[in-house]
């Protein structure tokens, strides 16, 4: 008998067009692996309903009879199937207390829940996200807010035709048009005061890939941390600058006589204080894609903040494009997630609180935490391409088994969350988070 996979209809938000699985996918593992899908309907969804049918798909409200449900977002704790198989991004493995009740549910049903954001390689390395998406779309987010504010203060300058990410038809469109403007930009300036623009970018991951492969279509020249100070100021490098930040040029040993090194700092993180301010005076947009926890030392504080643009001071920094979006993280300015079409709000240096759109005193925040969403078609296709050859692994699973039986690929196995009722073994460690949170 065949395994039924299920696709749940994304409705967490009005912006989330993503699917896990486009129909061509679903199509060949039909065809290749002998599986049968139900797709629940939807009408913001990127693929339309008629193309997973044609695709050889049922599309149905009723997902009760599917032995696999995968999704994107959470799926809501009354929709978890008992004793089934779910895949999705569930955002509970830092014990984040909003979802301590999706999983609990997990484990009264006798679930088993797996993470996207737990499948990983040998060395740790995940190998299914969105990431690069959210690079690109915040980038293009970050230079609308950038073009914006630049017009606002009465600099002339092509940025201001940016468009959101989600008005381009696909992410070519934008490099395209971003492309034309960077002619624009090398023959006319940027519209800044004489000084090359600065875009910096803490991190040099996934996210980080992507916002550089956007920034590439500019006339924008890569320069060393230790050459930024000077290059910042000088008028013949060229009208945009780029440069990457990794985390030695973010802290440092709080012994003098002690060395950075990299798992040293991860691993004793409070051996190190932070020194990223020393960068801000020399940028005017920020690009924040790194990891966080509150372990580590911030970027850009409240405080540092408050002194720079306070009273009659006036900072370089324009905008803040906050990729990774934790509240009061890195970014301590960070007070709130934002939508798509309203994506900035500018943090006040006299009242510590925000306004949303690009005027005030203090930096532009760029704070959409759903950026990927933005370029939903090739978002979807980049990782339903990975998707695809999982699905039938899990398909095939046994999961009525106990979890030190259960057959999966490691890289799938060490993603399980919880299994029949109990936290999988790696995840024990939620038990403390599930009882802060009341049960």
């Given amino acids: 008998m065949s395994k039924v996979v299920g696709i749940r209809r994304e409705d967490k938000s009005e912006w989330e067009r993503r699917v896990p699985l486009v129909p061509a996918d679903v199509q060949t593992l039909r065809r290749d692996h002998g599986l049968e899908f139900v797709i629940q309907p939807s009408s913001i969804r990127v693929f339309k309903d008629d193309e997973y049918e044609a695709a050889g798909a049922d599309v149905s409200e009723d997902l009760s009879g599917v032995d696999v449900l995968i999704a994107v977002k959470e799926v809501p704790a009354a929709q978890i199937l008992s004793g089934r198989s779910h895949l999705f991004f569930s955002h509970t493995v830092k014990g984040q207390d909003y979802n301590m009740p999706l999983l609990r549910h997990v484990l009264d049903v006798g679930a088993t829940l797996i993470d996207y954001e737990r499948i990983a390689d040998e060395q740790n390395r995940r190998l299914i996200f969105f990431s690069i998406h959210a690079g690109y779309a915040g980038t293009i987010e970050t230079l609308w807010a950038l073009g914006q504010r630049l017009k606002l203060e009465g600099r002339d300058t092509p940025l201001a035709q940016v468009k ?50 956007v920034l ?23 009208p945009m600058l780029t440069v990457v930040f990794r ?56 405080s540092w903040a408050k002194s720079a643009y306070g009273g009659d001071r006036t900072a370089r920094l324009l ?92 890289h799938l196995k060490k993603a399980v969350i919880a299994h029949r009722g109990q936290l999988a073994p790696d995840y024990r460690y939620l038990r403390e988070f599930l009882e802060k949170s009341g049960r």
Avoid at 251 to 277: H, M, S
Avoid at 355 to 376: F, Q, S, W
Wanted: with cysteine; net charge negative.
């Fill in 164 to 213: 959101h990410a989600y008005e381009y038809s696909h992410l070519e469109a934008a490099k395209a048009h971003l492309r034309d403007l960077g002619e624009q930009i090398a023959a006319e300036g940027p519209g800044g005061d004489g000084r090359p623009l600065v875009i910096g970018i803490a991190g040099y991951g996934n996210v980080a890939k992507g916002c550089q492969e």
């Fill in 319 to 410: 905008v803040i494009g906050d990729i990774s979006c934790d509240m009061e993280g890195s970014i301590e300015l960070t007070l709130e997630a934002t939508q798509p079409d309203n994506p900035c709000y500018v943090w006040n240096p006299a009242t510590r609180k925000i306004e949303y759109g690009v005027a005030g005193k203090g930096p532009v925040i760029m704070a959409v935490d759903n950026l990927p969403c933005e370029l939903p078609r090739e978002a979807s296709q980049h990782f339903s391409t990975v998707l695809r050859d999982m699905v039938p692994a899990l398909a095939d699973a046994d999961f009525q088994v106990d979890f030190a039986g259960l057959n999966l690929p490691s």
């Fill in 216 to 238: 590439a279509c500019l006339p924008a020249r890569e320069v060393a941390v230790e050459d930024l100070a000077a290059a910042a100021e000088a008028d013949d490098v060229g």
């Fill in 247 to 302: 985390e030695e040029h973010m802290v440092e040993p709080r012994n003098a006589d002690a060395q950075f090194v990299l798992q040293d700092y991860y691993q004793r993180p409070e051996n190190y204080r932070g020194i990223f301010e020393r960068h801000l005076p020399h940028l005017d947009v920020l690009l924040n894609t790194i990891y966080w926890e509150d372990r580590y030392p911030r970027l850009v504080t409240a």
